[in-house]
């Protein structure tokens, strides 16, 4: 995957590899402690225009292409999973606004997410809903000229700093989203804290009560939120935490192999043993497929394929699948220096679950895969020697559809 | 292909959406949405098909299902968004 890089993606990636040797990697496991991440670090990742990285520079941002941004989430995944919280609902919120916002809220919202002065959330979740996203309970009414908000969101990674949030609800029986400011009366940011990984990304459950906003704030138009707003938004998250996936993926391989290289049991490496090899050649494997994939996903972005949706899906179903795979397996390799707190390991071991849950769950993945790998097969042929009658026929084997 | 041409448009989206699904046959005015054809995840895929094919942007205020219900009134949608021509 590297070879395919052009020289400006790879002058990219030796900046991302520095600024998290340097500013992410020694302070993760702290953070992780911690349960939070510093005001100061977030303004480094704005300094350094990460958090607007792909909004067009227009609006402030930097206009990097799929594959840059993808490198720059892989770079951070290895050093701090859970700092990639941060970027991915930043680039879903940007994305989804940059796709369907009016001008007028484009020009309002979007300089100020690309600089990274505002941190925007992804309030889709609720409580009860988890991922049946047709199941929202949370309900927007019309009351004179405002809208009026009434609900609760859950598990909301960013939602305990995010200055905006991106709300979806029905209005009536119409799918909407609905930019909500953090300051407006009737917001409630409830941390959640002591989660098993992402401690560190500040995740929160958010009450609306009666929260009167302009009809303005919708984005996109009433119906389209989950088809369209959402769909565009959970692509770009799905592309980052793939990406995100693969750094942890990466991160996991490199302390493997170094332990076993150098680790001696009597007078034998941890490498020699037959058992610890086929670890490693399970991990190796897996994260050069995943690197393709991601890398395919980025490049499809960025031709602006149809077929990028689909391949997003299936690189975070793979690289998130294969990061836990990986995580364990690490832990497995470093034995019990891997249970503790000061390696790497049992963090990633920790936060590489929570990528196989959000953006959707790997269940999730599968049921949207495979029904399109079903309905993609094409029509069915019934087998010649076999006649068949009306009622032995297969539905797909005449499927037609008209008017 | 003359960007002017309905019918042309109209094989394209064609081609694309039989690539797409197990069907064998689409007729012009069969509605997509209420047969099933686009789903959540083959409504964005067909959006940015028509996007890149035709060189148009879907904005928001296209955001319309009778935009994008058949054959016909994407080949419609399409030709208005490229020359401000009404089939």
């Known amino acids: 995957m ?14 991302f590899q520095a600024f998290v040797a340097a500013e992410v990697a020694p302070y993760a496991g702290w953070w992780d402690r911690d349960q939070a991440i510093p005001g100061s670090v977030i303004a480094k990742l704005a ?11 227009d609006y402030g941002g930097r206009g990097w292409d799929s594959v840059t941004f993808g490198l720059l989430h892989e770079a951070m995944g290895k050093g701090s999973p859970a700092l990639t919280g941060v970027l991915t609902v930043q680039a879903m919120v940007s994305m989804a606004l940059l796709k369907w916002g009016t001008p007028a809220q484009k020009r309002a919202w979007l300089p100020a997410l690309a600089k990274g002065e505002l941190i925007g959330a992804f309030a889709l979740t609720e409580p009860e809903t988890g991922s049946a996203l047709q199941s929202v309970t949370t309900e927007f009414t019309r009351r004179s000229d405002v809208l009026v ?31 909500v400011p953090r300051e407006t009366p009737g917001v409630q940011v409830e941390p959640i804290s002591d989660l098993m990984g992402f401690r560190a990304a500040g995740l929160a ?19 389209f939120a989950l088809s369209h707003v959402a769909a565009v938004g959970l692509h770009h998250g799905r592309i980052s ?39 490693l050649a399970r991990m190796g494997t897996d994260l050069e497929a995943a690197a393709l994939l991601c890398h395919g996903a980025c490049r499809a972005e960025d031709e602006h394929l149809p077929e990028a949706f689909e391949k997003a899906l299936i690189a975070k179903y793979f690289a998130s699948r294969a990061a836990v795979h990986a995580a364990s397996d690490t832990v497995q390799v470093r034995g019990a220096s891997g249970c503790h707190a000061s390696s790497a390991a049992s963090r990633y071991y920790r936060d590489a679950k929570i990528l196989e849950i959000i953006e959707g769950t790997t269940q999730v993945h599968e049921d949207l895969l495979g029904k399109l790998f079903v309905d993609r097969a094409g029509p069915l042929e019934l087998p010649i020697p076999f006649k068949a009658t009306t009622h032995d026929r297969h539905p797909a084997a005449t499927r037609r559809y008209a008017s | 292909m003359n960007i002017a041409d309905h019918d042309g448009i109209k ?77």
């Open chain 1, 2 to 15: 590297r070879q395919s890089l052009t020289g400006q993606q790879r002058d990219k990636l030796e900046e």
């Open chain 1, 47 to 57: 300094g350094a225009g990460y958090l607007g990285c792909s909004l067009p520079r």
């Open chain 1, 149 to 179: 908000l009434n609900g609760t969101k859950k598990w909301i990674s960013c939602a305990q700093f995010a200055g905006v949030f991106l709300v979806f609800g029905k209005l009536g029986q119409c799918p909407v989203a609905c930019l």
């Open chain 1, 205 to 223: 459950q958010i009450r609306f009560q009666d929260v009167a906003l302009p009809e303005s704030s919708l984005v996109g138009k009433p119906g």
């Open chain 1, 241 to 279: 935490t793939a990406c995100s996936a693969l750094g942890l993926l990466r991160g996991c391989f490199e302390e493997s192999v170094t332990h076993a290289a150098t680790r001696k049991i009597g007078e034998r490496t941890v490498g020699a043993a037959g058992m610890i090899r086929s670890l």
């Open chain 2, 11 to 87: 094989e394209t989206l064609r081609r694309y959406i039989l690539s797409s699904v197990s069907l064998t046959h689409l007729d012009d005015d069969a509605n997509l949405f209420e047969s099933g054809i686009a789903n959540s995840l083959f409504a964005v895929q067909l959006m940015t098909f028509v996007e890149k094919a035709f060189a148009i942007e879907v904005a928001s205020e296209d955001l319309d299902i009778e935009n994008f219900k058949s054959l016909n009134a994407t080949a419609a949608f399409v030709l208005h968004k490229n020359t401000g021509r009404s089939v």
